[in-house]
C-alpha cells in the first residue's frame, strides 16, 4: 500500500471509527455553507480551530461573541478574509456582541447552525449548556471544564441528545497516523496490553506578575489559573489521556502521583509546571503519565503502549509506528499534520449530512481522567474514581463576569 492510500484509509478510520457517532440519525442535508457562530476569539480559536474548519469546509463565520472588544477587533480583519476567500460577505457589525451576555445574544440567532465555543475552560460548561438549549450544534475546546463539577454539568447537558452535533476538540483523534495505530492495536497486534507510558513536555512563557491581579487579568491569563483551566494536565496532558482511554476502551480507576511547580517561569497564579502521575486501568493496565510546562523548548510528546507481542509508540513529531511481531510504521513524522484539517471536517459533515455525532461523554470522560490526577495529586494520597465523582470537587473563586 502507497502512502497516497495509507492516508485515505486512515482519514476513513479518523472520521468514522474514532468518532463513534452517538445515536446518529438523519436529516435534511444542508446544501449551503453552515453559519458558526464564534464564542470567544482568543488565539487558538481562531487559528487553530475556526481557520481550518474554513479553509477545508463549506462554513460562513456568521456571528462572534467575546466579552473583550479588542480581541474581537484583533483577530476581525482574519475572519473577514476566509469569508472573503469563499465570496461571502464580511461579519456584520449587528452579528457581533460583546460582554457577559455576548454569547446569549448570539445565540439568539436563528440563522447560526452551529458555533465554536473557544473561551477559557471556566466557561464551557454554561455556554455549552446553553448552546445546547437553543439547538446549536456545537464544537467546544477542550477540556469540558477547570473542575469536576463542570465537566458533571457538561455531560448531563448532552446526555440522551441525538439530534445535534456535539464534539470537543481532542484534535490528536483525528491524527490518521494515531487512528491506524489505534485500529492495529485493537486488532491485536501488539498483543495483549500489559502497560503504558505518556510524556507531554511542553514549553511555558514568562509572565510579570501586575500590580493588582483582577478577574480581567486572570481572564487574559487563565492558563495560570486553578479556577480557569484547571492546569496543565487538564489542558495539555489530556491529550495522551484521551489517547490512552481510547486504546484502552476504558477511564482509569484511581490514580496517585507528585508534583510541583519547579522550572515555572511565571509569577502568577497556582498552576503547578509538572505532575507525574499513576494510573490504575481494569484489567491490571498500570499507566504512568507525566506532564511537564517549563522553559522555552517544546520537549515532545509520545504515548507508548507495551503489550505482549511487540510495543506501539506515537509521537508528535518522532513518528508513529509498531515494533514487534507485528512490525508497522505509518511513515509520518509529523503525526497531527492532517488532525486539524480532520476534526473540523468530521464536524461539519456530520451536519451538513444529518448523520450527528455526540461524543461529549468520551470526551468529558478523558477531561475526569486528568481531574483524577491532578486532585490526587493535590490530595497526596491515592484517589478513586468513584470517590471523586461522589466529591464533584468544585472551585469556588471563578470570574465575576457581571462586571464586563
Not at 471509527?17 to 482568543?42: C, D, H, Q, Y
Not at 512490525?327 to 509529523?334: R, Y
Not at 448523520?355 to 468529558?364: G, L, M, P, R, T
Amino acid at each position: 500500500m502507497d502512502r497516497r492510500d495509507f492516508l485515505k484509509m486512515c482519514a476513513a478510520t479518523a472520521t468514522f471509527s474514532m468518532l463513534r457517532p452517538f445515536g446518529a440519525m438523519a436529516n435534511e442535508k444542508i446544501n449551503r455553507p453552515v453559519r458558526i457562530g464564534f464564542i470567544g476569539t482568543g488565539n487558538r480559536g481562531t487559528y487553530g480551530v475556526i481557520t481550518a474548519m474554513s479553509h477545508n469546509n463549506n462554513i460562513e463565520i456568521y456571528a462572534l461573541a467575546d466579552l473583550f472588544r479588542d480581541r474581537i477587533d484583533s483577530v476581525l480583519p482574519h475572519l473577514n478574509s476566509l469569508n472573503a476567500a469563499k465570496g461571502l460577505t464580511a461579519i456584520s457589525e449587528e452579528r457581533i456582541f460583546v460582554g457577559n451576555k455576548a454569547y446569549k445574544q448570539l445565540l439568539k440567532l436563528k440563522e447560526v447552525d452551529a458555533v465554536v465555543i473557544a473561551t477559557p475552560a471556566y466557561a464551557h460548561p454554561m455556554i455549552f449548556e446553553a448552546a445546547v438549549k437553543a439547538h446549536k450544534h456545537v464544537y467546544c475546546e477542550k477540556p469540558a471544564a477547570p473542575d469536576v463539577y463542570g465537566t458533571l454539568q457538561m455531560m448531563k447537558a448532552a446526555k440522551g441528545v441525538k439530534d445535534l452535533s456535539l464534539v470537543m476538540g481532542f484534535q490528536v483523534r483525528y491524527s490518521s497516523a494515531y487512528a491506524e495505530m489505534i485500529r492495529r492495536i485493537h486488532n491485536g497486534d501488539i498483543g495483549e496490553v500489559l502497560t503504558a507510558q505518556l510524556y507531554y513536555n511542553g514549553n511555558g512563557g514568562a509572565v510579570q506578575k501586575p500590580k493588582k491581579e483582577d478577574d480581567e487579568f486572570r481572564i487574559r491569563h487563565h492558563f495560570q489559573y486553578l479556577a480557569l483551566s484547571g492546569g496543565i494536565l487538564n489542558d495539555q496532558g489530556i491529550h495522551i489521556i484521551d489517547i490512552c482511554n481510547e486504546v484502552l476502551k476504558a477511564h482509569p480507576e484511581y490514580a496517585f502521583g507528585i508534583g510541583n511547580d519547579k522550572g515555572k517561569r511565571h509569577e502568577i497564579g497556582d498552576t503547578l509546571s509538572n505532575y507525574h502521575i499513576l494510573y490504575g486501568y481494569p484489567n491490571g493496565v498500570n499507566v504512568s503519565c507525566q506532564s511537564l510546562q517549563a522553559g522555552n523548548i517544546f520537549g515532545d510528546v509520545c504515548a507508548r503502549f507495551i503489550g505482549s507481542k511487540g510495543f506501539a509508540e506515537a509521537h508528535y513529531s518522532g513518528g508513529v509506528f509498531i515494533k514487534g511481531e507485528n512490525e508497522w510504521n505509518s511513515g509520518i513524522q509529523n503525526a497531527l499534520g492532517d488532525a486539524d484539517a480532520m476534526k473540523g471536517k468530521s464536524f461539519i459533515d456530520s451536519i451538513t449530512s444529518g448523520n450527528y455525532i455526540n461524543q461529549i461523554e468520551s470526551a468529558c470522560n478523558s477531561t475526569l481522567a486528568a481531574m483524577l490526577g491532578r486532585e490526587a495529586v493535590m490530595k497526596g494520597e491515592k484517589l478513586t474514581w468513584e470517590e471523586m465523582i461522589r466529591e464533584k470537587q468544585r472551585y469556588g473563586d471563578q470570574p465575576n463576569l457581571s462586571k464586563f
